[in-house]
């Protein structure tokens, strides 16, 4: 059973910074892509950014694109999204996901995003980032 923990929000002013972790557990990381969605009050969840533990590719939303960071730790099992240049418009619920996607997609893109996150049912409690301009 696909388990992820999302930890690392907080508070903070527009132009700081946070990192987001996703404890992964109960399924064969190195073969699932890993996603961050965020979902803002009122709105619906939106892709953020993913990376494929296969062959390590990274996709990022046109939004956080030059000021978020996702990497991964295989051996620990965890992904990583440092926030950088935190804008009061990414105050959000974030939330981390995981599919095996190899088949349709070996690489991360805006497509598996999508895929990820009609399929992805074990939605956990996310991490709150509030940021205050």
């Known amino acids: 059973e696909v388990q992820l923990v999302e930890s690392g929000g907080g508070s903070v002013q527009a132009g700081g910074s946070l990192r987001l972790s996703c404890a992964a557990s109960g399924f064969t990381f190195d073969d699932y892509a890993i996603g961050w969605f965020r979902q803002a009050p009122g709105k619906e969840r939106e892709a953020v950014s993913c990376?494929?533990?296969?062959?390590?590719?990274?996709y990022y939303e046109d939004s956080v694109k030059g000021r978020f960071t996702i990497s991964s730790d295989n051996a620990k099992k965890t992904v990583y999204l440092q926030l950088n240049s935190l804008k009061p418009e990414d105050t959000a619920v974030y939330y981390c996901?995981?599919?095996?996607?190899?088949?349709?997609?070996?690489?991360?893109?805006?497509?598996?995003?999508?895929?990820?996150?009609?399929?992805?049912?074990?939605w956990g409690q996310g991490t709150q980032v509030t940021v205050s301009s």
């Open positions: 990376i494929s533990s296969s062959d390590g590719s990274s």
């Open positions: 996901a995981a599919e095996d996607l190899r088949v349709l997609f070996p690489s991360c893109t805006a497509q598996t995003m999508g895929v990820m996150k009609r399929l992805f049912e074990s």
